[in-house]
């Protein structure tokens, strides 16, 4: 069970204090096949992330404590501000909102990819279709370009290549989907302990399922 307290902030940008949830302890019970984590009870990851509600600066709390230049405040306030207007503030944006502050500050195009994929988890949660789709485009986007961009570990390789052909299936996208679900079998460095990623392709390529089955241990 999900459990969770308040927690002040103050925005390093305009200087507003709000309270947003933090999370204390979670239970995981499985997992979805683009890696969102079955929980018992309430969807932690809204909390996990927060967003000032006045100018849209977002992030982990780690970069509610980091000092930023005038120009980043500048961009904040002429381009994420008007983002609050497209929706309630929950998961899905607040994730969008440091995604996109993320990409600004520089951060690698790995960590701007899992907000975006995370963002994409809540906005299923939170069933808003648009920001989700928004979402896991984005977090394909920038998944190829760090897998292109070599920053991401071998092993790690054949599951975020997996990873997107699942973003591309569960956007639609089937062609694109099946031309990334290819490419997983030549990204395999350990053919024992990735066994279950060619697995789960062939599951997702055939008769695709919603999470992950028992027996792959993921
Ligand atoms: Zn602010």
Redesign the pocket.
């Given at each position: 069970m999900t459990m969770m307290e308040e927690k002040s902030f103050t925005?390093?940008?305009?200087?507003?204090v709000f309270q947003d949830g933090i999370i204390i302890s979670t239970n995981q019970m499985g997992q979805y096949t683009d890696f969102k984590p079955v929980v018992g009870g309430l969807f932690p990851f809204p909390f996990y992330v927060h967003a000032?509600?006045?100018?849209?600066?977002a992030g982990y709390e780690e970069d509610f404590q980091a000092q930023y230049e005038d120009d980043f405040k500048k961009w904040?306030k002429s381009e994420l501000t008007g983002e609050l207007e497209s929706g309630p503030l929950y998961g899905g944006l607040k994730y969008l909102l440091a995604a996109r502050c993320a990409h600004r500050l520089g951060k690698t195009r790995r960590e701007v990819a899992d907000l975006y994929l995370r963002g994409a988890w809540c906005a299923q949660d939170e069933e808003a279709p648009e920001l989700e789709a928004r979402c896991r485009k984005e977090a394909a986007v920038h998944f190829e370009s760090a897998l292109a961009a070599g920053e991401i570990d071998a092993k790690e390789r054949a599951p975020i290549v997996y990873l997107v052909g699942e973003l591309h299936r569960r956007l639609g996208d089937s062609e694109a989907a099946g031309a990334w679900f290819d490419k997983v079998a030549g990204e395999i460095v350990d053919s024992q302990e990735q066994s279950w990623v060619l697995k789960m392709t062939g599951i997702q390529r055939e008769n695709p399922v919603d999470t992950f089955p028992e027996e792959l241990g993921q």
């Open positions: 925005c390093p940008v305009d200087g507003e000032c509600p006045v100018c849209g600066f904040v």
